[in-house]
């Protein structure tokens, strides 16, 4: 399933700015928030590099954390079923980061659709598109391909982007979790 290239990366890109930002569980075990240089290193890691040279800096950083912990929220409330919560949520945030549609033209590209104002601040100009690409999803009939992962222990966000939709879980590492778990239960049961 894949929205348009453009929508579809920046969906990618905030699902792991997400997930490598956002404290909670990770692969079954507590997952704290980065910060200082870790933080640093994970939204560098998150956005890509060639589009932001020499940046973020750690205001910067934290700042798109902040988005991040937002963006996580509405999944969060679309996972519980709550989508117009969810929705009402992300339209404030897509307010509040100026997402408004702008053609632009730059680095030798062709005119292109940005989803930030075109004097936007290095956060801000990330937490616009981001937030526009998961309305894309939110308002597609595939809103339940965005969700948490349906490990223990693992509260990190997929988006589905499969043919038949049926993915649950953040990783296959998860994945293999719970089909493990599923097998060690089974034999248990026949013992």
Same mark, same amino acid.
């Given at each position: 399933m894949e929205f348009? !290239? *453009?929508?579809?990366?920046?969906?990618?890109?905030? @699902?792991?700015? @997400?997930?490598?930002?956002?404290?909670?569980? %990770?692969?079954?075990?507590?997952?704290?928030?980065? $910060?200082?240089?870790?933080? @640093?290193?994970?939204?560098r890691d998150a956005v890509p590099e060639a589009r $932001?040279?020499?940046?973020?800096?750690?205001?910067? =950083?934290?700042?798109?954390?902040?988005?991040?912990? /937002?963006? /996580? *929220?509405?999944?969060?409330?679309?996972?519980?079923?709550d989508l117009d919560a969810g929705c009402t949520e992300l339209n404030r945030i897509m307010r509040e980061a100026g997402a408004v549609p702008t053609l632009s033209r730059h680095d030798g590209e062709p005119w *292109?659709? *940005?989803?930030?104002?075109?004097d936007a601040t290095w956060a801000p100009s990330w937490a616009a598109p981001m937030a526009t690409a998961i309305a894309v999803v939110l308002g597609n009939a595939v809103v339940? /391909?965005?969700?948490?992962?349906?490990?223990? =222990?693992?509260? %990190?966000?997929?988006?589905?982007? !499969?043919?038949?939709?049926? %993915? %649950?879980?953040?990783?296959? $590492?998860?994945?293999?979790r719970v089909k493990a778990a599923a097998f060690r239960a089974r034999r248990a049961a026949e013992e």
């Open positions: 348009d !290239s *453009h929508t579809s990366d920046t969906v990618e890109y905030a @699902i792991k700015l @997400i997930n490598d930002v956002t404290p909670g569980e %990770r692969h079954g075990r507590p997952f704290p928030a980065p $910060t200082g240089d870790a933080l @640093i290193a994970a939204v $932001t040279p020499g940046l973020p800096t750690p205001a910067d =950083a934290a700042e798109l954390a902040d988005w991040a912990g /937002r963006l /996580r *929220h509405v999944v969060e409330l679309v996972d519980t079923g *292109h659709l *940005h989803f930030h104002a075109e339940d /391909r965005l969700g948490l992962c349906n490990a223990p =222990a693992c509260d %990190r966000v997929y988006v589905d982007v !499969s043919r038949n939709g049926t %993915r %649950r879980f953040c990783s296959t $590492t998860c994945q293999n």
